[in-house]
């Protein structure tokens, strides 16, 4: 099979490679890229686990062509931290013990992000709602919707600074 | 240096301290280090051909189409691991599981074959080429089925072999009776008692499903001859030991890391085919060999949990005493044995159904059977078979206080087991350690304000246009876990102990390696904080180590709550050892007698004079550069730690929901659950892992199902239907303790993490029958979807459409 | 969990795309959000040799009033239909509805067209449409054709669309104000397709319905109108008894699959439920 040039920009480093058309944007990242965060957890696209940012939107890499990919801007959990310096959500998981296993953190972080850009002052329900399509085993979500809002907070300080 | 008391007991981050956990840092930062992260030079991918079929012979097996798509290497069938005699490999249970289908099929989605290609995607398009012929045989699903006269044979392979692993075969199909107590005794009780309740509770077929799926990447060093092999394990040690028995390697030249692990719940105790086939395949290759199954895979072939088919009988007296238990149970293990359980146990630690009460005669039998299903079964969070255990007692007490028109709570009291009896030797022959129930029962009572939910339950009884049925569950369970004294337990022999290595250096920080492994219960974290109070040196300087078996000391791993007994005691004694050297130090330096010296949080000082001291930081630097005449340099202890007997944690848990009469669905409005894990390590991380367990149980309870049809095809094994639920169907938990300490246990500690498992399931099933009960519903088998309970409301005319 | 091998090709106008299916035909399969069809592909139940990806076709992306219908380009994302200001204002059932199809990452991927065109009958919007008495706009080789929803569906994964075709638009009459609408899902968690779902959209007048459709999701092997359950309605009171009627003809009208989610006399009691509780929201928007 042939392989098609795809080039796109991923925690903002350009990146270009040649790629099988079937090859999975969650294989391109872990194999090629060996971004190894955002993790496999089913094939039916439920779990959420591969979840990254592909220009401003919450996407399920798994279920995703690289092809597809050509000229976008995608954020994984590695681009999160800024020089070293986590970001709200990232603190707000470690503070109020949002995960144990760490399976699912990286879709979580990056949806929680996400979620947080498009709405800052998200009330329980909608961060329940938010990250529906994210799965956890180990926590019950309920520290996870506290680390969310503790992100919430730490943004709304810093914008108010 | 002369901070005050408090603050230097802070700084340790100790026990009992919510202290954040050591382990985040990689995780929130996408570099958690799990199987399929790891690649090595020159790796190879396998992947796995299996069976449509539930029940039938392999006719011939079609390499050639395969091997012509670039990049397949090699296809390997039960022949080719014949000569190596690997196409069958013993289970944890006694008995033999097949690694590739020999000749016949047992279960649908069983190995038969496996592709290795340079490439993942290679090896996908290899494993579709493969063909199989196939000739049916009779299925058989039903257990029951399984021992009638007239049933197809399953293990011809053991046909010849009527005395199994435990005993005596009396069927074909039969693997094992199994049974505990005393029968006359029990028999006794129920021939003139006043009250007789009998019942019968299914506990379905379900799987762990942790988020990440089973693999490995076996490594063999073609020169050096060694065997290095990444696994998803619960139990490294025991996989080096049984990969050193199956491959003839020493075991000393085999190497087994289980490095982060995204979940375990019981999944990654056994030793799956597809890690046999990645080890042999990396010998006769000579090169890495990486195998990663898919979820569907993993639901469909890797251990389930449950299957039991149980009878329970109470006999009580008219008060409500209760004078005898009986139970029996039908276990549907599937094709092989592959049960994880210590091998004098075939069911497991079923026998402490006889729970939180004081019953003094009881009996059980557990008969296994061969099904055409994946094999199993393992213990899904929860010791082995006890989750079966407190769901029987715990429904069979809801029987009788229904029977009898007493109050849940009221029969509880009457039955538990009394503070001053512990500890307490039960029908079973389990002594108990510690235990109070009736102050654990009193508090959540008060706390949900019990009589006000039961008269606002009448109200809404009374009104029939009420809209919805509420109902309201409660539990006190007692679990038995830390497995557990070797004279009883033991893994293929060895007995399960756990062990801890200790290290202090020069500057008075430490590394410290147990052989128990970590999938996210926070161990770098609780471990360090135990020797940080014993020690008196900061959490924060003490790495903990786990899952590498050239390094950690041989340990039986991280299942049935056993890492806070078994290991967490082996590290107190361990640093114990080195605390009593510490202080022969301190006496020498400080030119006293050891008697003269108290230990204060993070030093030793001499009785009457706070100015005279030694920190451990003064201590460590001392061992390394002039220790006193007599003692060995260094500062370090190992400890093997074989456990007197089990730990015994306990909870209340009480739950109240409202079922809508017109689609039967159920809403838990609260769910209150009071745990006593004894000494408590890490607050945060406890109430971690009870959100957890809670909504692990929730899944199991209300939707959890792998069922199968006639023809043995296997039902609901993908994430579409398997239910896990989001953060939308999960309920908001409430939780609450007691601390009753293990009167045997180093720390008082008893573990805790599978408890909110064990407990919440019956919770749900004794809320949503109650929701019923007035109409006499004395039980509703599990899952309790919609539909089931849809079905139940039309039975008793209760719908409302 | 990997795809077969496959050519890919990203037209960038309809008329590529369609010349592009036309020469490949059934060995061609379009790529919309690719929810539905690439885990059918991961799992190999579909193996096309061409995929025709159509995100890169702009003019098949937006909503807007036009000539007095709204008018949604077929590739549209199911979030930006759950964000329309102007849906919100004049279509209020299809962000209220999208609201409960898969969850947030698929919606930003997953298309109104794709969930229509896949012949789905598990699948939203389908009865949606119905509900709205919503068109379909196709183009193929020979130009563009419409179609109404109702005529549109002949079967499980079987539609009036050829595989030459393309849909370009969903059109349909704004609603009028004073209409009540909804979408009553009935599900086993988050991102389930409906165990059953009923959309309806409702008028009253004088407390009696003057107008009412009802579109009713997987209960039978294609998204259906409930006719007869709306004949019925017309002229009458929302009280106890017409919707007792409503819910028997709607339960003649079903002809749902027993799967995990339930058996057909379950499926069919949900059909019911949904209706009347999708009639009852309605009528309590009217005022």
């Known amino acids: 099979m042939s392989k098609k040039l795809v080039s796109m920009t991923i925690n903002g480093k350009k ?13 391109f990242l872990r194999e090629n890229l060996n971004l190894t965060g955002a993790h496999i957890g089913c094939e039916t696209s439920h779990c959420g686990a591969c979840t990254v940012d592909i220009d401003g939107k919450s996407v399920k890499s798994c279920t995703h062509l690289a092809v597809q990919c050509e000229g976008a801007d995608i954020l994984t959990v590695e681009g999160l931290a800024k020089n070293g310096v986590l970001s709200a959500v990232q603190e707000g998981f470690h503070q109020e013990h949002g995960l144990q296993c760490g399976f699912c953190t990286p879709g979580m972080l990056v949806r929680s992000y996400r979620l947080l850009q498009e709405n800052p002052n998200p009330t329980e329900a909608e961060i329940r709602a938010g990250i529906s399509g994210n799965l956890c085993r180990c926590t019950g979500y309920q520290n996870i919707v506290k680390a969310v809002q503790y992100a919430a907070k730490k943004l709304q300080e810093t914008a108010q600074a | 240096m002369n901070a005050p008391l408090k603050d230097r007991e802070a700084a340790l981050m100790g026990m009992g301290d919510s202290r954040l956990r050591k382990e985040d840092a990689r995780f929130i930062q996408g570099k958690g280090n ?28 079609n390499k050639e189409e395969a091997l012509k798509i670039p990049g397949v290497l090699a296809v390997l069938t039960a022949e080719d691991l014949k000569p190596l005699k690997l196409h069958w490999m013993p289970t944890l249970a006694g008995d033999v599981a097949a690694v590739l289908a020999d000749e016949k099929v047992h279960f649908q989605m069983q190995e038969v074959a496996v592709v290795l290609a340079e490439t993942r995607y290679a090896a996908a398009d290899g494993k579709e080429a493969v063909q199989v012929e196939y000739e049916e045989l009779p299925v058989v699903i039903n257990p029951f089925d399984a021992l009638k006269d007239d049933a197809p044979i399953l293990r011809e392979d053991l046909i010849e072999k009527m005395e199994g692993a435990h005993g005596k075969r009396h069927h074909p199909n039969d693997i094992f009776t199994w049974e505990a107590g005393d029968a006359a005794a029990a028999d006794a009780a129920f021939v003139n008692a006043e009250v007789v309740v009998k019942e019968d509770l299914l506990y379905p077929r379900v799987h762990p499903c942790p988020l990440e799926t089973c693999g490995c990447v076996a490594s063999f060093d073609p020169i050096r001859g060694d065997l290095t092999t990444y696994i998803t394990s619960q139990a490294p040690h025991v996989v080096r030991t049984v990969v050193s028995m199956l491959s003839g390697i020493p075991e000393s030249k085999v190497r087994i890391i289980s490095p982060d692990i995204g979940g375990g719940f019981g999944n990654k105790v056994g030793i799956y085919p597809g890690y046999v086939c990645a080890i042999v395949s990396s010998i006769v290759l000579g090169r890495p060999v990486k195998w990663i199954e898919d979820r569907i895979e993993n639901l469909s072939s890797t251990a389930f949990a449950r299957d039991y088919h149980m009878t329970g009988e109470l006999a009580a007296t008219k008060d409500g005493k209760i004078q005898g238990l009986r139970v029996n149970v039908l276990a549907d293990h599937g094709a092989f044995d592959a049960c994880a359980d210590p091998s004098k146990f075939p069911a497991g630690m079923f026998h402490i159904c006889s729970g939180s009460y004081d019953i003094p005669a009881a009996h059980c039998t557990v008969r296994g059977v061969y099904t055409n299903k994946a094999p199993g079964g393992v213990a899904y969070r929860c010791s082995f078979r006890v989750t079966e255990a407190v769901y029987l007692i715990e429904r069979m007490v809801d029987v ?46 008060d706390a949900v304000d019990y009589k006000g939910l039961r008269a606002e339950q009448a109200a809404k009884r009374a009104d029939p246009n009420s809209k919805s049925l509420m109902g309201i569950g409660l539990v006190t369970f007692t679990e038995i876990v830390g497995a557990g004294p070797s004279k009883i337990c033991d893994i293929l022999g060895i007995g399960m102990f756990d062990s801890c290595e200790i290290r202090v250096d020069p500057t008075g920080s430490a590394i410290a390696r147990m052989g128990t492994i970590s999938q996210g219960q926070g161990h770098q974290t609780t471990y360090a904080q135990i020797i940080a109070t014993e020690l008196g040196i900061a959490s924060d300087l003490i790495k903990v180590e786990e899952g590498d078996t050239d390094t950690a000391p041989y340990g039986l791993g991280t299942y049935g709550s056993r890492s806070t007994p078994v290991a967490g005691a082996a590290i107190a004694m361990a640093a114990r050892k080195i605390h009593a050297k510490a202080k022969k130090i301190a006496a020498s330096l400080l030119e006293v007698s050891e008697n003269d010296l108290e230990w204060e949080v993070d030093r030793f000082k001499v009785r009457g004079n706070d100015d005279k001291f030694k920190t451990m930081k003064d201590i460590s630097w001392a061992a390394y ?61 406890i109430d971690g892992q009870i959100h957890g367990g809670l909504t692990e149980g929730f899944a199991v309870a209300m939707g959890q199902l792998l069922s199968f049809d006639a023809q043995g095809n296997i039902q609901g094994n993908s994430l579409m239907d398997y239910f896990l639920p989001t953060a939308v169907e999960t309920p908001h938990w409430e939780t609450d303790y007691t601390v009753t300490p293990s009167p045997h246990h180093p720390l008082g500690a008893k573990g805790v993490a599978e408890s909110p498992h064990v407990g919440s399931i019956p919770t749900f099933t004794s809320a949503i029958v109650d929701a019923f009960a007035h109409t006499g519903v004395t039980h509703i088998d599990m899952p309790h979807t919609s539909f089931r309970i849809w079905k139940e409301l039309k039975k008793h005319g209760l719908n409302l459409n | 969990m990997i795809p077969p091998e496959f050519d890919y090709h990203a037209p960038t106008t309809l008329s590529d795309a369609i010349a592009l299916l036309d020469q490949l035909g059934d060995d061609a399969k379009i790529l919309a959000g690719g929810h539905s069809l690439l885990p059918m592909m991961k799992l190999r139940f579909a193996e096309p040799a061409h995929l025709v990806d159509l995100n890169l076709i702009p003019q098949l992306r937006g909503i807007r009033e036009e000539d007095g219908l709204i008018k949604i380009g077929a590739m549209t994302v199911e979030n930006d239909i759950l964000d329309s200001a102007l849906l919100k204002e004049k279509a209020s059932l299809l962000p209220k509805a999208v609201k409960w199809i898969a969850d947030p990452q698929v919606r930003n991927r997953g298309t109104i067209g794709g969930d229509i065109a896949h012949g789905d009958p598990a699948n939203d919007h389908p009865a949606i449409a119905m509900a709205l008495d919503a068109t379909f706009v196709l183009h193929g080789p020979s130009g563009e054709r419409k179609v109404k929803a109702v005529d549109f569906f002949h079967g499980t994964y079987m539609t009036d669309m050829a595989a030459n075709e393309i849909m370009t638009e969903i059109q349909f009459a704004p609603l009028a104000s004073n209409t009540g609408c909804a979408y009553v899902k009935l599900k086993r968690k988050t991102g389930d397709w409906a165990t059953a779902a009923a959309a ?45 009627e409503v819910v028997s003809a709607v339960a003649e009208a079903c002809n749902p699959a027993e799967d995990l989610r339930g058996d057909i006399e379950y499926k069919t009691a949900m059909a019911g439920e949904m209706t009347k509780r999708a009639l009852l929201d309605a009528a309590s928007q009217i005022s």
């Open chain 3, 200 to 244: 309806v959209v409702l008028q009253m007048a004088n407390g009696k319905v003057s107008m009412v459709r009802i579109g009713l999701t997987n209960v039978a092997d294609t998204a259906i109108r409930a006719t007869k359950a709306e004949e019925l309605l017309l002229g009458k009171e929302l009280n106890e008894e017409t919707l007792r």
């Open chain 1, 15 to 27: 990146v270009e490679e040649a790629v099988e058309p079937r090859t999975l944007l969650i294989h």
């Open chain 2, 400 to 445: 009788l206080a229904q029977k009898l028109n007493m109050d849940k709570s009221e029969i509880r009291k009457k039955n538990f087991i009394r503070k001053d009896q512990f500890p307490y030797k039960s029908a079973f022959g389990f002594e108990y350690d510690s235990g109070d129930y009736l102050t654990a029962l009193d508090q959540v009572l």
């Open chain 2, 34 to 61: 799990y199987v399929d992260d790891i690649k090595l030079p020159n790796m190879v991918y396998m992947d796995i051909v299996r069976s449509p079929l539930a029940h039938a012979r392999i006719k011939k097996i």
């Open chain 2, 625 to 685: 550069h002039q220790p006193p005449d007599g003692l060995e340099p260094g500062l370090e202890a190992v400890h093997y730690y074989d456990p007197p007997n089990f730990t015994f944690p306990f909870g209340i848990y009480l739950a109240v929901v409202d079922i809508d009469r017109a689609t039967g669905e159920t809403k838990v409005r609260r769910f209150y659950a009071l745990d006593d894990c004894g000494t408590r390590i890490n607050p945060m991380i």
